[in-house]
């Protein structure tokens, strides 16, 4: 199964672009424009992984990163920017980005990331399932 993306980038161009290569290789997109919409994307829908601008109006890529924590914190989240320093990448991998790309990066070296990122949520979610089950198991024969 592919991963449910929200792609954010404030580059109207470059956003239609990436997500035309990437619905084209099956994964369902959802875009928006600013750190704004993509915190009220994620409060009305379930994503897998966020492909996040760093430079953004309003909300920066690093507070918007901060709020998605927050909020939906099994959300894997990979840092873009085509302007921003390597100090802010480096601020987005301490505050749990799981990658970070210049753009425009290559649309196979995105996809890689993103299966990886997904593939570490999936795996995430398992721990938990599991963790879960045992302490239910434990409950009820306790």
């Known amino acids: 199964m592919k991963p449910k993306l929200l792609l ?32 009220e994307k994620i409060e009305e829908s379930d994503f897998d992984v966020v492909v996040l601008d760093v430079l953004l109006p309003g ?21 873009l920017t085509g302007h921003a320093s390597l100090e802010s990448g480096i601020e987005g991998m301490k505050l749990g980005a799981f990658d970070y790309l210049r753009k425009p990066c290559e649309t196979q070296e995105l996809v890689s990331k993103i299966n990886q990122a997904y593939d570490k949520k999936v795996g995430q979610e ?14 009820k024969e306790g």
């Open 8 to 39: 954010v980038d404030d580059e109207e161009m470059y956003l239609e672009y990436l997500s035309k290569r990437l619905i084209n290789r099956g994964y369902k997109v959802t875009k928006c424009l600013s750190g704004e919409q993509a915190l």
């Open 126 to 139: 398992q721990r938990i399932r599991q963790t879960t089950e045992r302490y239910n198991v434990e409950e």
């Open 59 to 79: 909300i920066d890529g690093i507070e918007t990163l901060r709020e998605i924590n927050k909020m939906a914190p099994l959300v894997e989240v990979i840092m």
